[in-house]
């Protein structure tokens, strides 16, 4: 999905398309972008943490999520010299994660109604206050992110947003630039 931003930006618009990802001038934009991370394998799962524990050492900066950014903030703040910034890029890329309740042949009355009074569990109150604590947004909006403990209010010196504009957020690709961006990622950046 870093692809995927990277290309918003590059072409300032919310769409990209095939022809878009498999743009020469593109590409050779993307690869030295991409460049700038020597080994991939070295970021691991847990590319914000690395950050908090080891400086400047892990990286100058990068696209990362923001739940991770405001729950390891504390930790990025004291062991870095110059205090992390926070800049949400102008072509957003959102992950909603949603929750979907599959209705088929295989699956019976009770299991969905079972899978609904779960979708609401998610949804309420309490659990979105939860998740707030750890720097996701909530979906239900009785949940607000302005409270006293809130992380976005909290990190709002170093550029976390309570509300972020979503009239820029990427759409989501098709399998068939996912898949372009894929080929050329393994052909050009993973054999590194």
Known sequence: MAMVAAAGEYYQKPRIDTADVTDPDFQAWLEELMGAVTDFSSLGA????????????????????ESDLLTNMAGIQTRWEDPLVVVYPTYLTWFDFPFTVWMGPETTALEK??????????????????????????ANLEVPLTGEDS???????QGAMTVVPRTTAMRPPDRDVLLAL?????LNIAER
Request: net charge positive; no cysteine.
């Open 182 to 186: 894929l080929r050329w990622f393994d």
């Open 46 to 65: 847990y590319s914000v943490e690395n950050l908090a524990l080891f400086g400047y050492s892990m990286g100058d900066g990068g696209q990362l999520l």
């Open 113 to 138: 109604n079972a899978a609904l009074e779960f979708q609401k569990y998610l949804l309420s109150a309490g659990v979105q206050r939860k998740a707030a604590e750890r720097g996701l947004r909530p």
């Open 151 to 157: 992380l976005f209010v909290k990190w709002q010196s």
